[in-house]
């Protein structure tokens, strides 16, 4: 039983010990780091945690082409789909699928011989009602018959003139001409086919020029205007091509909220297709003095973008408002100034006040 007791004194008196030397261990480390000690910590003179070590770039004021990325579709200048206004066999298609034509062209032709039989029966009434009010007028003149029964024999006449121009159009109507010079499609008709209004005969385009479509946010509507430069390219082909902004719809689409434009772009060689997209490049106002940071800087918060910026060895947060993107570099409107140290590495584990240590890179060009 002694025996069991001195073992525990002994134990007791080690832990003892061992604690007392760690808490004097800990005084005379807070003692070294502490204001009366010798040298700071690696945190600085107050100590705390290290500095970290960032990258970050001095902003300078510069000019910026403000330039907006949208894409587009391209359209044709003109297109129709051609379709007869009378029903009739066709007799003659005299267009080549896929072949230009000009304004006025017959393209097919509908048989009219029925028509023309009706024009000649009409034509031999007019004629006749003609001469009935010939005599009518004359036998007026004597005060044979009343001004009523001429009035009838008038009538008469001009109800059978009415009736052969009615057929005259008909039959104007069995030639389909082109409304437009362009090319032509697929037709979908044949010699000898019955054709109705209902039957699509081809689709006529004009593609020289072309005109774009596109849209650009509400809060660039009033940098765009009429006769703007843009330029674009296709898919497929690195080419660039430029078009003349020529009209700008008059209200913000409520769905969208964007504005709708439409440039023209010549296409002699038939290059541009309409349905392609269009990548396209419009040129807002050019910017004196612009703030502009690397797009990496940015941060989104809840209500909006922040930056950190270093000041006197720490980090400090600033809340932005930015305008256009580019690929590298975000527009600042309003949040920083020049000469501000926007920092670029480093800044998702970044927290305010901390210490920072810069490495100042040169600004992207």
Do not use: C, H, W
């Not at 697929?186 to 209004?197: D, H, T, V």
């Not at 950190?308 to 408002?321: C, Q």
Request: net charge positive.
């Amino acid at each position: 039983m002694k025996t069991k007791y001195i073992v525990y004194a002994i134990l007791l008196v080690a832990l003892g010990s061992l604690i007392f030397y760690r808490i004097s261990a800990n005084k005379k480390l807070e003692g070294k780091s502490g204001p009366g000690g010798k040298g700071g910590g690696k945190g600085g003179p107050g100590g705390g945690m290290p500095a970290m070590r960032v990258s970050g770039v001095v902003l300078q004021p510069q000019q910026f082409s403000n330039t907006l990325s949208v894409t587009g579709t391209i359209e044709a200048n003109e297109q129709v789909t051609i379709r007869s206004e009378i029903s009739g066999r066709v007799s003659n298609i005299s267009f080549q699928e896929g072949s230009r034509v000009s304004k006025g062209q017959v393209l097919l032709k509908i048989d009219d011989s029925e028509l023309r039989a009706q024009l000649a029966q009409a034509q031999t009434r007019q004629k006749l009602a003609a001469e009935n009010e010939r005599r009518a007028g004359l036998l007026l003149q004597k005060e044979a018959i009343s001004k009523e029964e001429f009035d009838v024999a008038r009538s008469e006449l001009l109800t059978t003139k009415a009736q052969t121009q009615l057929i005259q159009a008909q039959i104007a109507k069995t030639a389909i001409k082109a409304p437009f010079s362009g090319q032509i499609g697929l037709r979908n008709i044949s010699e000898g086919g019955f054709l109705s209004p209902e039957v699509v005969v081809a689709n006529l385009v004009n593609t020289d020029p072309v005109k774009i479509t596109f849209s650009v946010p509400e809060k660039y509507s009033n940098q765009v205007k009429v006769n703007t430069e843009i330029s674009f390219t296709i898919a497929g082909n690195t080419k660039k091509y430029n078009a003349t902004v020529y009209a700008i719809e008059p209200g913000i689409e409520s769905a969208t909220r964007t504005l709708q434009l439409r440039a023209r772009a010549a296409n002699p060689e038939n290059i541009l297709r309409p349905g392609s997209f269009a990548n396209i490049e419009l040129p807002l106002t050019e910017i004196e003095n612009a703030l502009l940071v690397p797009s990496e800087a940015i941060i989104p918060i809840q209500n909006g973008k922040k930056v950190f910026v270093a000041k006197n060895g720490k980090a400090k947060e600033v809340k932005v408002e930015t305008g256009t993107r580019t690929e590298k570099d975000v527009l600042i409107t309003s949040g920083l100034t020049a000469g501000d140290t926007v920092l670029t590495s480093g800044i998702m584990t970044l927290k305010a006040d901390a210490p920072v240590k810069v490495k100042i890179e040169a600004a992207k060009k």
